[in-house]
């Protein structure tokens, strides 16, 4: 699938060990799911979460055809990843998560290990520094969307995690920068608390005007939030339209920019506004 075609406001994870959850994920919604074999299961239990894995993806996709679903491996680096690409991906899968990607090299190797189950799409976490530093570098086929791990870079950096994302901005906004240069769908941070629709909002809001397209969740509630804030609101699609609709009359006239509700509204704004609009018809 063309990075450029995948819609995912909302991501939902799952941990593999819990066959009694993985049914349930699209209950709450979400663009797309992904089942976990990384953080969330423990290392003695990975095994045995492999084909749960596999059954879950394909009993999801026979009953959701049109969701997106991955599986999130074990990082390259890791005793674990040679076992979770022959054991827990299969065909239905519309693609398989890698964290801690750093490398061309890196995504060459994951790309071989794809081979045998076909062709599918990558996730790349983003979440060390030098998957940060070289993400242009990462972000290429069959890399279709990535995400940053806000949690896993400040360790790595060293650094320390504090509620207004400061020393997260940077890196955050890097990500952005070279998924939109990438063409891939770029996924904003998780929020770790669970049920603060408020926190979980304003940091949604924050990932949307960075240029992020969608959101990491990890409880079932963050999933209308999230595909919320990542969809224009009927108030925006109205504003753009009569602020389209005004700049396109002035234009015939010859004219160039034009005054709208006290904003000069030049082509750049007009632009925008045609692309809010293009989000809100998909």
Not at 17 to 35: E, F, N, Q, T
Not at 115 to 121: A, F, I, T, Y
Not at 140 to 163: K, N
Not at 181 to 192: E, F, I, N, P, S
Request: net charge negative; with cysteine.
């Amino acid at each position: 699938m063309n990075g450029s075609r995948l819609r995912l406001r909302s991501a939902l994870y799952a941990p593999a060990s819990r066959p009694d959850l993985l049914p349930k994920l699209p209950r709450s919604g979400p663009d797309g799911v992904i089942i976990d074999l990384e953080d969330a299961v423990a290392p003695n239990a990975k095994p045995q979460a492999r084909p749960v894995a596999a059954a879950a993806a394909r009993e999801l996709r026979r009953a959701h055809p049109d969701l997106a679903i991955f599986v999130r491996v074990n990082a390259v680096d890791t005793e674990w990843f040679e076992g979770d690409m022959a054991e827990a991906l299969v065909p239905e899968l519309t693609g398989v998560v890698v964290p801690m990607l750093e490398s061309a090299a890196a995504v060459e190797f994951v790309a071989e290990r794809l081979e045998p189950v076909g062709p599918l799409g990558v996730m790349a976490g983003l979440e060390t520094v030098a998957g940060v530093e070289y993400a242009a570098e990462v972000l290429r086929p069959p890399v279709i969307a990535a995400y940053f791990g806000a949690e896993d870079y400040v360790v790595d950096l060293g650094g320390v995690r504090t509620p207004d994302n400061t020393e997260v901005l940077y890196a955050r906004s890097r990500v952005a920068v070279a998924c939109r240069l990438a063409g891939v769908v770029a996924l904003d941070q998780v929020v770790v608390a669970l049920r603060d629709e408020q926190l979980f909002t304003a940091d949604a809001r924050q990932g949307r005007a960075l240029g992020y397209k969608g959101k990491l969740c990890i409880h079932p509630a963050q999933v209308p939030w999230a595909n919320r804030v990542f969809a224009p609101s009927p108030e925006e699609v109205d504003r753009a339209r009569r602020m389209l609709a005004l700049y396109e009359e002035t234009q015939r006239s010859g004219a160039g920019a034009v005054a709208f509700e006290g904003q000069m509204v030049d082509e750049p704004l007009a632009r925008q506004a045609r692309a809010l609009l293009a989000a809100a018809e998909d």
